[in-house]
């Protein structure tokens, strides 16, 4: 059974950092796309920034030059730094995996608050 473990949350004032980690155990690491979406009260789910197994990204217009998405392989993990950050980037935060042969696994979420 593959989990997801997402973790790194937390409350930051306007204009603050946070670094998002999540790690994908069992198995092997390298072939899954790698996503990070998000979820605001009221608001649907969005796709925040991708990562593929040779590292190409993308990311949603909304945090392009804010956020990073990175991934370490050897340690089964991607991160999502977060600079600059707003109030309207406050969500719960998902770590998806999807694999080779297309199944997607989620992590529980980490909440993300941005608040003074």
């Known amino acids: 059974q593959v989990q997801v473990v997402e973790s790194g949350g937390g409350l930051v004032q306007p204009g603050g950092s946070l670094r998002l980690s999540c790690t994908v155990s069992?198995?092997?690491?390298?072939?899954?796309?790698l996503n990070w979406y998000r979820q605001a009260p009221g608001k649907q789910r969005e796709l925040v920034a991708s990562?593929?197994?040779?590292?190409?990204?993308n990311y949603a217009d909304s945090v392009k030059g804010r956020f990073t998405i990175s991934r370490v392989d050897v340690k089964k993990s991607v991160y999502l730094q977060m600079n600059s950050l707003k109030p309207e980037d406050s969500a719960v935060y998902y770590c998806?995996?999807?694999?080779?042969?297309?199944?997607?696994?989620w992590g529980q979420g980490t909440q993300v608050t941005v608040s003074s």
């Open positions: 998806n995996a999807i694999s080779p042969t297309n199944f997607q696994y």
């Open positions: 069992p198995g092997t690491f390298n072939p899954y796309t």
């Open positions: 990562i593929t197994s040779d590292s190409s990204t």
